[in-house]
């Protein structure tokens, strides 16, 4: 069985919760590979809305093991949180299903106190973050002054790291006019959990390794979507961390020869939520129809998503970046009904036209996206799961989104629940039948 990188192809929130829980019991590991608790992946179990922010979407499948990568950014907090909803729900973590790499840094209360603070001193300039301490927790990292997971484990040197830090950022946060934090409590606080997560913590990369050298399989999920990456996204409106393909081999400390096949999420439509350039928004009523009808809320701050029509140009310049040639599409039954459907073709700067997703901020801030529009479908494609029952208007749709991006759709999801897909290709229909997934809630202790 291949490895495959699982990664949205747009401004995030795609669909990717929904693709990994379809995908995930065909591989014997989901490992996540950056962001942190900035994410929110939404799965949908008989009925029942599960979001996963920081715990990999294969968590709900029973004998998978979940990994969090040396690429994320992790909240010792936030995950026993989230850990602690599982179980209510019948979902176990154990160190036996999760385990986080022993070089993942730590989000630490002080990051969170300072997203928030320069959010607040950028005023109209601000990212529009999560306010989750992603960004801080990454500059520590890239300045060397970062705390580790591994560093839990030795209380000595994890109380001298804390009081060094903490020299620093207290009259940061003093500056920003808030008090500053007490070293010792947070010591305390973070050595508590070090005593609960060691059980979890191993050498990822080295396990990860070992499974695929015995021959098996792993998916890799990604947080976030590709114009988010740090590096190759609408900079600076980003988020810190490489979302991209390659985000997987440093992410996870893999060789990327191990990457077999690297799938792209797409909405039919495009949303972005935070500040930032988007060519393709609608600013007129019908923007409405698709914050409504498609629940477009963020699943974790809860902020209404900025919605837009399909951009071409940039999920083009998505699938060369991360080589893509299989996409799942999402969202089809969102557009159930429009009459005209527009999609960005092309956009024009200055007059002239471009065909390639601008590198600079400030020109893609300017460009004017053109359309092409197609005729809306009549029927509703809401939970149709057979491609051969897609209204014809629907098949033309998907197929110039395919000829545009270079790219071929292998799942179209049509609602909300993993029953409702259409898996166009028999082997996949093989592997991730959604109706023949056992796992759910409640399955295991
Ligand atoms: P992620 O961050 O990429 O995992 O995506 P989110 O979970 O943040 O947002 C996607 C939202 O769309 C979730 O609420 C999903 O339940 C929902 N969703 C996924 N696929 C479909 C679909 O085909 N149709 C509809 N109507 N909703 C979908
Ligand atoms: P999933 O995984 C959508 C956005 C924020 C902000 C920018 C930086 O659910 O697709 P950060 O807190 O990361 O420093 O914020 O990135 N952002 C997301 N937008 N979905 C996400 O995750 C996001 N994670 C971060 O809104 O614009
Ligand atoms: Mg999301």
């Not at 901020?361 to 092409?372: M, S």
Request: with cysteine; aromatic share 8%; proline share 6%.
């Amino acid at each position: 069985m291949p490895n495959v990188v699982v990664l949205g192809t747009q401004w995030g929130d795609e669909g990717k919760g929904k693709v990994v829980d379809l995908l995930s019991p065909a591989f014997d590991v989901v490992a996540r590979y950056q962001g942190g608790h900035n994410a929110g992946h939404t799965v949908f179990v008989r009925g029942r809305k599960i979001v996963l922010h920081l715990i990999p979407s294969g968590v709900l499948h029973p004998r998978k093991l979940c990994v969090i990568g040396n690429g994320v950014v992790f909240s010792p907090r936030a995950f026993w949180e989230e850990a602690e909803a599982l179980r209510e729900l019948g979902i176990a973590v154990k160190p036996s299903n999760v385990v986080i790499s022993a070089n993942a840094h730590l989000i630490l209360p002080y990051h969170l106190l300072l997203d928030r603070a320069s959010e607040e001193r950028l005023g109209e300039k601000k990212i529009g973050t999560t306010c989750r301490g992603i960004g801080p927790a990454y500059e520590d990292k890239a300045g060397r002054r970062g705390i580790r997971v591994a560093d839990l484990l030795d209380p000595d040197g994890l109380r001298e790291k804390i009081e060094d830090n903490l020299r620093e950022k207290n009259p940061e946060l003093e500056r920003c006019g808030l008090p500053p934090l007490d070293s010792r409590a947070v010591f305390e606080e973070f050595a508590r959990y070090g005593e609960r997560l060691r059980p979890h913590i191993a050498d990822a990369s080295r396990l990860l390794h070992d499974r695929m050298r015995r021959g098996q399989s792993v998916l890799f999920e990604s947080a976030q979507g590709v114009l988010l990456d740090l590096d190759h996204g609408t900079y600076p409106f980003v988020t810190s961390s490489n979302p991209t393909a390659g985000g997987a081999a440093t992410g996870l400390g893999i060789a990327p020869r191990w990457i077999s096949a690297v799938l792209g999420v797409t909405k039919v439509y495009t949303t972005r939520v935070g500040s930032g350039p988007f060519p393709t928004e609608i600013k007129d009523a019908r923007a409405a129809i698709l914050l409504e009808r498609g629940k477009e809320y963020g699943a974790t701050t809860g902020r209404p998503r900025r919605c837009g029509w399909f951009d071409a140009v940039a999920v083009s310049y998505a699938c060369r970046l991360n080589g893509i040639d299989r996409l799942a599409f999402t969202k089809p039954d969102v557009l159930d009904g429009l009459d005209e459907i527009p999609v960005c073709v092309g956009y024009a700067y200055k007059g002239t036209s471009v065909r390639d997703f601008p590198v600079e901020t400030r020109v893609l801030e300017r460009v004017a996206p053109r359309y092409k529009i197609f005729p809306g479908w009549k029927s509703p494609l809401a939970g149709v799961t057979d491609y051969a029952r897609f209204p014809q208007r629907f098949k033309d749709y998907l197929r110039a989104l395919e000829d545009l991006v270079e790219a071929r759709a292998c799942i179209v999801s049509t609602g909300v629940e993993r029953r409702q897909t259409a898996l166009r290709d028999a082997k996949l229909r093989r592997v991730a039948d959604p109706q023949k997934i056992r796992s759910g809630l409640r399955s295991r202790g």
